[in-house]
């Protein structure tokens, strides 16, 4: 059964090298997989397109079309690529907004790969001090190898940077691993939004708004 993992970028700019790693890492993961005879589809939910939504969300707690299905897309994923720009040392106000939105119980189990940039090498901490506690309080299972990448790693000889490719390479693998040894999530009908929720959850108790304060 073909698996399928959701990439979440959380650049603001466009062309950005937010999505740039997001992809690259996406691209490794699916190679990996596949020299393990798995095939896999990847969803890419660039938050730029819905800071509106998450917003309004987290203000009104309703959810509009679109994040609505960014949110199913994560939630039913086998495997989570998430990736951010570091801002003030941290994860960007627009990446935990969406984490916000999830319900706390949504990424229990899901096999996570962390990914970071920022204009200095100075801030590649930041996925150990704040991402990966992060997903940790929400139960997921983040690979051990998060991937920082730096403004010089985006150079004309970027193909060359071994240190990153590297790195790159050792992450993909290791959630290529993750996913493959877990059960492949079924395919849920698009049309029915507690079908992605198990448990007996309701889409209302998914989305963080909705559940109060």
Known sequence: MTRRIAVVSAGLSNPSSTRMLADRLASATVGELRERGIEATVDVIELRDLAHDITNNLLAGFAPPALEDAVNRVVSA???????????????????????????????????????????????????????????????????TGVFAASSDWGAQADDVKPLASRIERAARELADAIAAREPKKVLDPFDPDAFLGEGRSFGHLLGGLAGE
């Open 78 to 144: 086998d495997g989570l690529i998430a990736v951010t720009p570091i801002f003030s040392t941290s994860y960007s106000g627009l990446f935990k907004s969406f984490i916000d939105v999830l319900d706390p119980d949504a990424l229990v189990g899901k096999p996570v790969l962390i990914g970071a940039n920022a204009g200095t090498a100075r801030h590649s901490l930041a996925i150990d001090y704040a991402i990966r506690p992060l997903f940790a309080y929400l139960h997921a299972e983040p690979v051990s």
